[in-house]
């Protein structure tokens, strides 16, 4: 079992900046990604950005492409989302995601993952 914590998230103003934390816990030896996805109300959860947890190869969804940065500290098995010029689109409750079995380079899938945090809502004013 993995257990997986977000925080960081909050209100910000259009243009400003937050990062997301996600710790996890638990049997996170085999781990194969992380990703990032999000959903705002009256929508499905989309993908944001995911990272392979050896390589550090790293997917971005084209919408935040530039603006959001995913990183990863093995040692503290802690993921990041550092998210820049934030925009009221942006708004969502925001969750990250465990993979543990290699099913190929998906990871903009969310039935790919096998844990998933409670998440962390964002909210952009205008």
């Known amino acids: 079992q993995v257990q997986l914590v977000e925080s960081g998230g909050g209100l910000v103003q259009a243009g400003g900046s937050l990062r997301l934390s996600c710790a996890a816990s638990?049997?996170?030896?085999?781990?194969?990604?992380m990703a990032w996805f999000r959903q705002a109300p009256g929508k499905e959860r989309e993908f944001v950005a995911a990272i392979t947890w050896t390589s550090g190869n790293t997917y971005y969804a084209d919408s935040v492409k530039g603006r959001f940065t995913i990183s990863r500290d093995n040692a503290k098995n802690t993921m990041y989302l550092q998210m820049n010029s934030l925009k009221p689109e942006d708004t969502a409750v925001y969750y990250c995601a465990d993979q543990t079995l290699n099913r190929g380079s998906y990871y903009s899938v969310p039935n790919v993952y096998d844990y998933w945090g409670q998440g962390t809502q964002v909210t952009v004013s205008s």
């Open positions: 638990g049997r996170t030896f085999s781990r194969v990604a």
